[in-house]
């Protein structure tokens, strides 16, 4: 079992900046890639940024260019700094995690989503 828990989210105004993180907790050894989702009203949920087994990082259409996601794996926590913040950017962020064992795909975990809104 792999638990995440999320922080930073909030309300912010269009131009503004703010920094989202995930710290696993539980068999993290299991965990090979680290990634941020986001879900906006009425919406299908949406890959953000994310970041693979060896460290390659890939981003969302709608936000490269404006945010930087980061892993620290030696404390085991994700960040995903978001700069220039748009109203559209405006929804719910998941942060997710892939595990494996002996090589296999095992499955994926959830953080449980802060919401960040931007509004003026």
């Known amino acids: 079992q792999v638990q995440l828990v999320e922080s930073g989210g909030g309300f912010q105004q269009p131009g503004g900046s703010l920094r989202l993180s995930c710290a696993a907790s539980?068999?993290?050894?299991?965990?090979?890639?680290w990634a941020w989702y986001r879900q906006a009203p009425g919406k299908q949920r949406e890959l953000v940024a994310s970041?693979?087994?060896?460290?390659?990082?890939n981003y969302g259409d709608s936000v490269r260019g404006r945010v930087d996601i980061t892993l620290h794996r030696a404390e085991n926590i994700l960040y995903l700094q978001m700069n220039d913040l748009k109203p559209e950017d405006t929804a719910v962020y998941y942060c997710?995690?892939?595990?494996?064992?002996?090589?296999?795909?095992?499955?994926?975990?959830w953080g449980q989503g802060p919401q960040v809104t931007v509004s003026s």
């Open positions: 539980g068999e993290v050894f299991s965990i090979y890639a």
């Open positions: 997710k995690v892939d595990t494996s064992s002996a090589g296999a795909y095992r499955g994926d975990y």
């Open positions: 970041v693979g087994a060896m460290d390659e990082k």
